[in-house]
């Protein structure tokens, strides 16, 4: 079965740290995708990032980057210089390859607090 | 491309009454999910739509709830003699095959569903 942990259940910094949100997943599928979703309070899921799982060259947006792993199946995702703007509810997501639902298996969510 | 639309964004329901929800998912986009979300934890899969065709149902999905696409457009999502329990957002989501969507799905807002 497919199965996200982040571990981080809530996570505070100050304006300009960096921070990093964790996770990990398990799938018996050699075949994958993950993603990140950003949940402001609006309540609407915002897509970050989708890394299939052949590609683990890590990524850079911005402030934004992402470390794929696959020898510990982790996806970390960091902000540098966090602003306030970036407190929200971040989700690390899995799903099956392409031919099924290709439905989502979301972890329960770090929520992120940026203070002034 | 207006995105993908929910009605209502809110509905509060005495227990035991019906309720339905809908959803307009991008008009090109031939498959729609329903993911429901309760406090604190991360969306869960319901069910998935390929154009008119219900694929897949989650053991979440019990014989109290049904959903329809009909036409293969929108999505309506019934919840029939509501519980405490089926409090929570629900969230539709739509996206055509992962070949051609590498930004995975499009999520609406969400209903939210509190039932008194």
């Known amino acids: 079965a497919q199965k996200v942990t982040q571990a981080q259940t809530e996570i505070s910094v100050v304006e300009k740290e960096d921070v990093t949100l964790d996770c990990v997943y398990e799938t018996r599928d050699t075949t994958y995708y993950l993603f990140w979703y950003k949940q402001p309070p609006s309540g609407e899921l915002v897509f970050l990032i989708r890394r299939n799982s052949f590609d683990e060259q890590n990524e850079i947006s911005g402030r934004y980057s992402w470390n794929f792993q696959k020898s510990t199946s982790s996806f970390n995702f960091t902000i540098t210089a966090s602003q306030v703007v970036d407190s929200a509810v971040y989700f690390c997501?899995?799903?099956?390859?392409?031919?099924?639902?290709?439905?989502?298996?979301f972890g329960k969510g770090t929520k992120l607090t940026v203070n002034p | 491309d207006t995105g993908v639309s929910q009605n209502p964004r809110h509905k509060i329901t005495k227990r035991g009454q019906n309720v339905t929800f809908r959803c307009d998912p991008i008009?090109?986009?031939?498959?729609l999910y329903w993911y429901r979300q309760t406090l604190g934890q991360g969306p869960e899969f319901l069910t998935y739509f390929q154009n008119e065709a219900q694929l897949e149902k989650s053991r979440l999905l019990s014989d109290r709830f049904s959903a329809e696409r009909p036409k293969g457009s929108f999505s309506t999502l019934e919840i029939q003699r509501t519980e405490q329990g089926d409090s929570a957002m629900y969230l539709c989501a739509s996206s055509p095959s992962f070949l051609t969507a590498p930004n995975g799905y499009t999520f609406g807002s969400g209903t939210r569903l509190t039932v008194v």
């Open positions: 008009s090109e986009h031939n498959r």
């Open positions: 997501a899995l799903s099956e390859a392409q031919g099924g639902s290709e439905k989502l298996v």
